[in-house]
């Protein structure tokens, strides 16, 4: 079980520390803004997490770049001509006003049609859209879980979707509870399904060691190249604060 984390700093960036009852230390770089984040045993101490830390500068600041680098999309303002993400592919938002309920369609390839009644706040919109996108993120999750829960022979308690800044899923393997991100909604299916086969992995194989990473090269021999197209996608307008440095 993890305790409260703590910061150190290294090189000028902020490190976030978090102990655990664990046999070996995991450094990491998250999206979207290069947070980096140490998971050490307890028996380790602030010295020799510092010196792992200094032998990782050069590869934390690589990671770090390419995450600022990172294309963005810009501030989404709920218009007319407006390009937004579905499935990993472009539509452009048409605004209908009209007097019935709010409603989201896919209309021909290249169409996203938006019914909002006259008077809707572009946030307004945005929620409306928001409830659409995970709608039918779940639709699309439900089969692929049940899919890879029966290949993998696992079982989850409980999942479900919410906003995350950092993660793309995340997986409670005591409680058997998967939660992915929302943003998962615009991303191609087959970069979906590989975090769904991610998260599920983890209940067999709780940390990312070596059996984790065998047993995903046996199930899915592609998942490398979907992390990477994965994160290489544009990343949504939110708004986050900026990594420190």
């Known amino acids: 079980m993890s305790t409260k ?3 150190l700093t290294v090189g000028g960036i902020a490190i ?5 009852e664990i046999k070996n230390l995991h450094l990491g770089v998250y999206p979207p803004n290069g947070r980096v984040r140490v998971a050490a045993p307890k ?4 010295e020799a997490i510092r010196l792992a830390v200094i032998g990782k500068l050069a590869w934390i600041k690589r990671q770090r770049e390419q995450f600022q680098s990172q294309p963005r999309q810009s501030r989404r303002e709920m218009v007319n001509g407006e390009s937004h993400f579905f499935l990993g592919r472009r539509y452009r938002l048409r ?4 007097n019935g309920p709010a409603k989201v369609g896919i209309a021909g390839p290249r169409n996203l049609d938006l019914y909002v009644r006259q008077g809707t706040s572009a946030e307004q919109r945005a929620e409306i859209l928001n409830r659409w996108q ?25 999942w479900g979707i919410k906003k995350m800044k950092t ?4 997986c409670n393997s005591k409680a058997h509870r998967i939660w992915f991100n929302l943003e998962l909604a615009k991303k191609p299916p087959a970069c979906i399904e590989y ?10 194989h709780r940390l990312h060691d ?9 199930h899915l021999p592609s998942w490398q190249r979907l992390r990477a197209e994965l994160n290489r996608a544009p990343l949504g307008d939110e708004v986050w604060p900026k990594a420190a440095s």
Do not use: C, N, Y
């Open 43 to 46: 028996i380790v101490s602030d």
């Open 134 to 158: 995970r709608t039918e993120l779940r639709a699309l999750l439900t089969p692929i879980l049940e899919q890879w829960q029966a290949t993998l022979q696992v079982r989850v308690a409980q």
């Open 195 to 204: 975090i769904v086969v991610h998260e599920l992995m983890h209940l067999k």
């Open 95 to 98: 605004v209908h006003e009209h």
């Open 5 to 7: 984390s703590r910061r």
């Open 16 to 20: 976030e520390i978090v102990r655990k």
């Open 210 to 218: 070596q059996a984790f990473l065998d047993a995903m090269d046996q």
């Open 167 to 170: 993660k793309w899923g995340s």
